[in-house]
């Protein structure tokens, strides 16, 4: 198996008849036919499977007929395997992928304090320290409003050689002339700018088919984004006190979905980020019990 080609690893209120495709690449010299394949969600019962032939040397996106059951919105494990008789190299058989489906929501404008959960926001990535609850950090140690946020290891700092993402809902944002992200914000990270190199940062991505990432905003835009130009990053040690950060989106007849990112070194690490009051809306004056 080369690849996992569907679902997508971020996908927005997926159907429950989702098509799972893998690539499988034949690296002998000679055809093979009624090759054994098979997948599981969450380590649960296989669903196997028969390509009916592969040329030799040839790659095929093979889709299974037996549809996945995505609807519960989550973290899915997602594992693939060939089971081809007399394989040498069985290492290269397996391939699995973590997928985060998403909420879908179209009622907007939108705000979320999170007092009542992590509201379909979703942590990932490697050594992730993302934690919803109550902040109790050395430096970040509450909440922009209420008690609850989302933050970098709740009552401590972030982990070493951690690159993390929160992932938010997806939201359609079509018929918004001039649509807006607005959040609390909080950070202390290790600062290397006096030595030109980046040691541990954060910043925001978007995307609008759920595979295809791209950094959100810039150094000057918006209010309170971004503090280290050459890298287009947040990286200050000196920001645990809140903030808002706000930045205009781009126009998109569909849904838009976000993450924060967080990467750190070996080095020091610190309180780091946290997010509370997350909010979407068109350009305008917000209502006043906002």
Request: charged fraction near 15%; charge should be negative; include cysteine.
């Amino acid at each position: 198996i080369t690849a996992i080609s569907a679902p997508a690893v971020s996908g927005c209120a997926v159907p429950e008849n989702a098509t799972v495709s893998v690539q499988v690449k034949n690296n002998m010299q000679v055809p093979l036919a009624n090759i054994p394949i098979r997948y599981r969600l969450n380590s649960g019962s296989w669903v196997q499977e028969v390509i009916a032939s592969l040329a030799a040397g040839a790659t095929t996106t093979y889709h299974f007929t037996q549809k996945a059951n995505l609807t519960a919105t989550g973290s899915y494990l997602l594992e693939t395997e060939v089971l081809a008789a007399g394989d040498n190299i069985e290492g290269n058989n397996r391939m699995e992928q973590q997928l985060l489906i998403h909420p879908a929501i179209t009622a907007l404008p939108y705000l979320q304090d999170f007092e009542s959960g992590p509201a379909g926001f979703l942590a990932t990535g490697q050594n992730s320290s993302w934690t919803h609850g109550n902040p109790a950090s050395w430096y970040i140690k509450n909440a922009a409003s209420g008690t609850k946020a989302w933050k970098t290891t709740l009552t401590g700092s972030y982990n070493a050689r951690e690159k993390s993402y929160l992932y938010t809902p997806c939201f359609n944002i079509s018929g918004m002339s001039a649509p807006v992200l607005s959040f609390a914000l909080a950070y202390q990270l290790e600062d290397c700018r006096g030595s030109g190199v980046v040691c541990d940062a954060a910043w925001m991505e978007y995307s609008l088919d759920g595979q295809t990432w791209t950094k959100l905003g810039a150094f000057g835009q918006g209010q309170n984004w971004y503090d280290y130009e050459a890298a287009q990053v947040w990286m200050r040690s000196d920001q645990p006190g809140w903030r808002q950060a706000r930045i205009s989106l781009p126009q998109h007849e569909g849904t838009i979905r976000f993450r924060y990112v967080l990467e750190s070194d070996d080095g020091v690490n610190r309180d780091g980020l946290a997010i509370d009051d997350f909010s979407i809306f068109n350009e305008g004056p917000l209502p006043i019990d906002w």
